[in-house]
């Protein structure tokens, strides 16, 4: 009985230590920002990335989508997306925050670990007109006594999400040209 009080003891006093070592020295969020080069015109690569609809052929991981209210393009539109975190399919409502056509588009994301997260999909004309550079940023500082941990896990995870989300619609829309 005693053994067992003591490896209580010692587990409660580890979590005490990760705890407050994480609040110490990570940071309480992350901010992190990837960018592609797509050899298309800006208004070909608007047509997947301002269209919620569209996102299944290209986000990673986004099992389905469908638009809850108004119309996909415009702002305050609402859409129900099933995304696979790896182990099970979570439901998050997009709301699209911000449209500017071939400009910007920003939506906030509602439900699980990255609640109220307001991503940012831009799009900058390059090479006169013949391509496209989009760069996809998101920040996010989870609340709570384990948001440190929670941040320095979910960064990099995010970051690897959004690079390989922009690779597949660049293999998706230069392999059409």
């Known amino acids: 009985m005693r053994a067992l009080a003591k490896l209580i003891a010692w587990g409660l006093g580890l979590v005490l230590v990760v705890l407050i070592g ?4 990570l940071p309480p969020g992350y901010s992190i920002s990837t960018e592609v080069l797509i050899r298309v015109p800006p208004d070909q690569v608007w047509a997947q990335v301002g269209d ?3 996102w299944t052929s290209w986000v990673r991981e986004l ?68 391509a496209t550079r989009v760069r996809w940023t998101e920040a996010h500082a989870p609340g709570g006594m384990w948001g440190n941990l929670i941040a320095a896990a979910l960064g990099p995870v995010v970051l690897t999400h959004h690079e390989e989300s922009l690779n597949r619609l660049k293999f998706l829309l230069e392999r059409t040209v």
């Open 63 to 130: 099992e389905g989508l469908t638009v809850v209210t108004g119309e996909t393009p415009q702002r305050g539109a609402v859409a129900r997306a099933l995304v696979y975190t790896g182990f099970e399919t979570m439901v998050i409502e997009v709301t699209v925050v911000e449209k500017i056509p071939q400009v910007r588009l920003r939506y906030r994301m509602t439900g699980g670990v990255l609640d109220g997260v307001t991503p940012t999909l831009e799009l900058q004309t390059a090479d006169g007109g013949r």
């Open 52 to 54: 919620l609809t569209k």
């Open 22 to 25: 994480s609040r110490l020295l």
